[in-house]
């Protein structure tokens, strides 16, 4: 396929539902060699919520897109060096690395436990960093390089006290409570910020992206962090804006830490289907 990516390898986490299957799709059309990674390989593996990873490789090669599916636990420091392992073995080397999977305890700060606060840190913190650190030497070989990181609004800091009867934070954070989730995010971004200041003259870009508003992933339904009727963002805008931040060069765009759509209007970009092609009215 030709494209924007056409002759790059790509590597996207948490590509079985939600943001990481429009990123992987958006990629595939561009012409991308997407390697696609998440627990759920197939069906009967224990998963509680629709989506995996052979289903996504099929709409990929449907459309004519080509993928290689590597199921990984990204807790597991052994799974995330195979996910690098096996990229290179198949495609020869990695241009691209999105580091989409995340995990989320939706709870009161005060009384999360000790192994969810780890995990948190874990997920959304530890196995990104690992995988740049992995996928870094052969970004160098290959002379250029992409690492994009899947921030979240929620690292924006909540009024302070005292709130009155606003009801915007009645729910969300005083009851919801994303702050370990959301410092843990934040974490991701001050790391990106500097990781992408050390690699500049390697020639390699390192961003961040969140959404303007929550895209309606199954996962966050699940969690009942949003709900059917919230104001929620288009995935294919989410996918777009990732591949804006992984095809413009290194020395002009890294070191981002932005919203999808302030990020595509600012480039000029509209916003395209999965598939590459222009969105119906």
């Known amino acids: 396929m030709g494209g924007i990516l056409a002759g790059k390898v790509a590597i ?9 299957v429009g990123i992987a799709r958006r990629f595939a059309a561009e012409g991308a060699r997407v390697v696609i990674t998440a627990r759920t390989g197939d069906t009967g593996q224990g998963n509680y919520l629709p989506g995996t990873l052979r289903e996504v490789a099929e ?3 449907a459309a004519g897109g080509e993928c290689l599916t590597v199921t990984a636990d990204l807790a597991n420091p052994d799974d995330r060096a195979r996910i690098i392992d096996e990229t290179i073995a198949a495609w020869g080397g990695i241009d691209i690395l999105v ?3 995340a995990r989320g305890f939706y709870e009161p700060t005060l009384t999360m436990s000790r192994k969810r606060l780890l995990l948190s840190f874990e997920i959304n913190f530890q196995a990104p960093l690992d995988l740049m650190q992995r996928a ?3 970004m160098r070989e290959r002379g250029a390089g992409w690492m994009l990181n899947i921030s979240s609004a929620t690292t924006r800091m909540p009024p302070s006290a005292p709130w009155g009867s606003d009801p915007r934070y009645e729910r969300f954070h005083r009851e919801t409570g994303p702050t370990i989730y ?4 934040a974490a991701l971004e001050r790391m990106s910020a500097g990781a992408a200041v050390e690699l500049a003259e390697q020639n390699v870009a390192v961003n961040t992206l969140a959404p ?3 895209v309606a992933s199954e996962g966050a339904l699940h969690i009942n962090t949003i709900d059917k009727e919230a104001i929620w963002e288009p995935l294919e805008q989410m996918a777009e804006a990732a591949l804006l931040l992984c095809s413009e060069p290194p020395a002009t765009c890294s070191g981002l830490c932005v919203l999808s759509g302030p990020l595509l209007e600012r480039y000029g970009r509209e916003v395209r289907g999965l598939d590459g092609n222009p969105m119906s009215v």
Do not use: D, F
């Not at 996207?12 to 990481?20: D, F, H, P, Q």
């Not at 959301?182 to 995010?185: C, E, L, R």
């Open 182 to 185: 959301a410092s843990t995010k």
């Open 212 to 214: 303007v508003e929550a």
């Open 59 to 61: 709409q990929i090669r």
């Open 12 to 20: 996207v986490t948490g590509a079985s539902r939600g943001i990481g």
């Open 99 to 101: 580091n989409n999977a």
């Open 136 to 138: 870094l030497p052969s």
